[in-house]
T-cell receptor, first 117, second 113 residues
């Protein structure tokens, strides 16, 4: 079974600085999707960035980018120019393409990010 | 366009009762998944529906069930509530359920007393 590990329960960053959140996963599959979701106190999970495993190019979305290392099974999230609104829980998630995996996102335990003014 | 709508936002129930939660997906999305979120266990997958059929199910007891209607709206039911069922229940919708990206609702906070 696939697993997702986020080894940093909490992280802190100064406003305008850069922070990197770590995520590793375990799988025997070659094709899958990886996601980073953000959950602010409002509770709604918001998609930050998405990576398809067969694409070698790292995904970027404005200030958010990933470092996808398929062989190392690592998927870290870099937030540049951090803003106060970035403070939230961040979850790394894995989505298999295998049959019987529809709709099933496997989440890590999350990293709580604080942004200091 | 309207997002994923979950009702109610908050719910307090007594042990032994049953509860029904509702999720209206984004228009055009045919897949709806449900998750339970607790501080101890994190986010756990309950089940996924696509075109009124359950395609996938997580490791939860039979007290947890769901259904999906022809308009893609989904309901989740928990019977014989236990204290441990207290959690945030999230639903997510997507076009087809795999890799397309999932849009989540704001969840229903269920408290069992």
């Amino acid at each position: 079974a696939q697993t997702v590990t986020q080894s940093q329960p909490e992280m802190s960053v100064q406003e305008a600085e850069t922070v990197t959140l770590s995520c590793t996963y375990d799988t025997s599959e070659s094709d899958y999707y990886l996601f980073w979701y953000k959950q602010p106190p409002s509770r709604q999970m918001i998609l930050v960035i998405r990576q398809e495993a067969y694409k070698q190019q790292n995904a970027t979305e404005n200030r958010f980018s990933v470092n996808f290392q398929k062989a190392a099974k690592s998927f870290s999230l870099k937030i540049s120019d951090s803003q106060l609104g970035d403070a939230a829980m961040y979850f790394c998630a894995y989505n298999s393409l295998g049959g019987g995996s529809q709709g099933n996102l496997i989440f890590g335990k999350g990293t709580k990010l604080s942004v200091k003014p | 366009k309207a997002g994923v709508t979950q009702t109610p936002r908050y719910l307090i129930k007594t042990r032994g009762q049953q509860v029904t939660l509702s999720c209206s997906p984004i228009s055009g999305h045919r897949s709806v998944s449900w998750y339970q979120q607790t501080p101890g266990q994190g986010l756990q997958f309950l089940f996924e529906y696509f075109s009124e059929t359950q395609r996938n199910k997580g490791n939860f007891p039979g007290r947890f069930s769901g259904r999906q209607f022809s308009n893609s709206r989904s309901e989740m039911n928990v019977s014989t509530l236990e204290l441990g069922d207290s959690a945030l229940y999230l639903c997510a919708s997507s076009l087809a359920g795999t890799g397309f990206g999932y849009t989540f609702g704001s969840g229903t906070r269920l408290t069992v007393v």
